[in-house]
């Protein structure tokens, strides 16, 4: 069965440096999406990203980061510079989008655990 | 806004025995429900979801759920609570648009004892 896979599965990082986030969705899927949960608190959205372009973005997805699909494959999410409250996990998940919008399920992939030191 | 509320932190239940864990949103338009399962370090892995038709939906690993749309809730049930349930439990509702994003619910702890 096809999965979304996530790497790494855990990143360490000091405050102010930049990570990329990478994230490989299922094959035949069209739109893509980021996630995080910081610990013990909710999974928020963060951006969805859909013919190349973003398609909605929460607030939390200020200038300092960025998505981009460099290839067929794979989905990144890149922060800038980082900051202490970036320290969660961030789940990739998507969707093949067919039948009526939105109905159809996300999977997610097994996450990043972000560390900002 | 649109929202989901998991109203308890963690279910604890005896292996054999019945479980619900609970869940109730607020949309606007139709309701479009999800529920989903974390397993330690694993990802969001999907179970069930509610679109239209019947109110009782059947998903993986034996769960089903009740979509109730006058108490506006969608709580997830198995007859028989498999130790190997224990994990987290996340209620999700698609915001309505095209974009297809979930709002989560905060998550419920499920702990079956055998």
């Known amino acids: 069965e096809p999965e979304v896979t996530q790497t790494p599965s855990h990143q360490v990082t000091q405050m102010g440096q930049e990570v990329i986030l990478r994230c490989v969705p299922i094959?035949?899927?069209?739109?893509f999406y980021w996630y995080r949960q910081i610990l013990g608190q909710k999974v928020e959205f963060l951006v969805s990203?859909?013919?190349?372009?973003?398609?909605?973005k929460s607030e939390i997805f200020d200038d300092q980061f960025s998505v981009e699909r460099p290839d067929g494959s794979n989905f990144t999410l890149k922060i800038r510079s980082t900051k202490l409250e970036d320290s969660a996990m961030y789940f990739c998940?998507?969707?093949?989008?067919?039948?009526?919008?939105?109905?159809?399920?996300?999977?997610f992939g097994p996450g990043t655990r972000l560390t900002v030191l | 806004a649109q929202s989901v509320a998991q109203p308890e932190d963690q279910v604890n239940v005896a292996e054999g025995n019945p479980l619900t864990v609970k869940c109730t949103y607020s949309?606007?338009?139709?309701?479009?429900l999800f529920w989903y399962v974390q397993y330690p370090n694993r990802g969001l892995q999907f179970l069930l979801k509610?679109?239209?038709?019947?109110?009782l939906v059947k998903g993986s690993y034996g769960f089903e759920a009740e979509f109730n749309k006058s108490q506006t809730s969608f709580h997830l049930k198995k007859p028989s609570a498999l130790v190997s349930d224990s994990a987290l439990y996340f209620c999700?509702?698609?915001?309505?648009?095209?974009?297809?994003?979930?709002?989560f619910g905060q998550g419920t702890t499920l702990q079956v004892k055998p």
């Open positions: 998940a998507s969707r093949r989008m067919t039948g009526e919008r939105g109905t159809d399920t996300q999977y």
């Open positions: 094959s035949n899927h069209l739109y």
């Open positions: 990203f859909y013919n190349n372009e973003i398609s909605e």
């Open positions: 949309v606007s338009g139709n309701p479009y």
């Open positions: 509610y679109i239209t038709g019947d109110n």
């Open positions: 999700a509702v698609r915001v309505s648009g095209n974009t297809g994003k979930l709002i």
